[in-house]
């Protein structure tokens, strides 16, 4: 069964510094993967979304994600965090079934 | 920018009592979901739906659940009867075709059953 996996359930970094929020998943075929970030008491923003094509992909908001099929990874990396990046991030997976798959989420803290 | 939303943004009843959810997709989207988050865990998948039809439904979606499309605008998730753990953040989607890999979510609306 596919399957998404965020092992950072709480990282802070300092305003300024340089931010990677691991992810792994579980799928059989070629995985189609997003990064969602979630504000306090807010929706779902899509940050980043890959599908197919080059292999590091740009996002919104300065944020770029890179797949890597050999570690089943699609880590989130962000230069320069800033303290509005502050926010709980979550990475997915497109399921055959029409569905999408979370992970439990990585919340993210900004020392100033 | 066409964005998906819903209404109302929090929603406060009692054990027992029925709720609707109301959501507005994307205009022009045709297929509909809702996803469920309870405070402080992952957003879970509930059902699918297209064509008037539920496409797939999660173990969460049982008979106290449906959905519906009562006119050509609206996306609606019912509760019969609520109970003390249905209290979650309901995020509506739309996506414009079967298989978009692509979901475009609303802003949630905000359950508390007390």
């Known amino acids: 069964a596919q399957s998404v996996t965020q092992p950072d359930i709480h990282i802070t970094v300092s305003e300024g510094a340089s931010l990677e929020l691991r992810c792994n998943y579980s799928?059989?075929?070629?995985?189609?993967l997003f990064w969602y970030v979630q504000s306090p008491g807010q929706g779902l923003q899509l940050l980043l979304k890959?599908?197919?094509?080059?292999?590091l992909v740009q996002g919104i908001k300065g944020f770029e994600a890179e797949f890597k099929r050999s570690q089943s990874s699609f880590n989130l990396r962000k230069p320069s965090v800033h303290w509005s990046d502050a926010a709980e991030y979550f990475c997915?997976?497109?399921?055959?079934?029409?569905?999408?798959?979370f992970g439990s989420g990585t919340r993210l803290s900004i020392r100033p | 920018e066409p964005e998906v939303t819903q209404t109302p943004s929090h929603q406060v009843t009692q054990m027992g009592q029925e709720v609707i959810l109301r959501c507005v997709p994307i205009s022009n989207h045709l297929y509909f979901y809702w996803y469920r988050q309870i405070l402080g865990q992952k957003v879970e998948f509930l059902v699918s739906?297209?064509?008037?039809?539920?496409?797939?439904k999660s173990e969460i979606f049982d008979d106290q659940f449906s959905v519906e499309r009562p006119d050509g605008s609206n996306f609606t998730l019912k509760i019969r009867s609520t109970k003390l753990e249905d209290s979650a953040m309901y995020f509506c989607?739309?996506?414009?075709?079967?298989?978009?890999?692509?979901?475009?979510f609303g802003p949630g609306t905000r359950l508390t059953v007390t």
């Open positions: 799928y059989g075929a070629t995985p189609y």
């Open positions: 739906f297209y064509n008037n039809e539920i496409s797939e």
């Open positions: 989607a739309s996506s414009g075709e079967f298989g978009s890999y692509e979901q475009y």
């Open positions: 890959y599908f197919s094509g080059d292999t």
């Open positions: 997915a997976v497109y399921s055959s079934a029409s569905k999408i798959i």
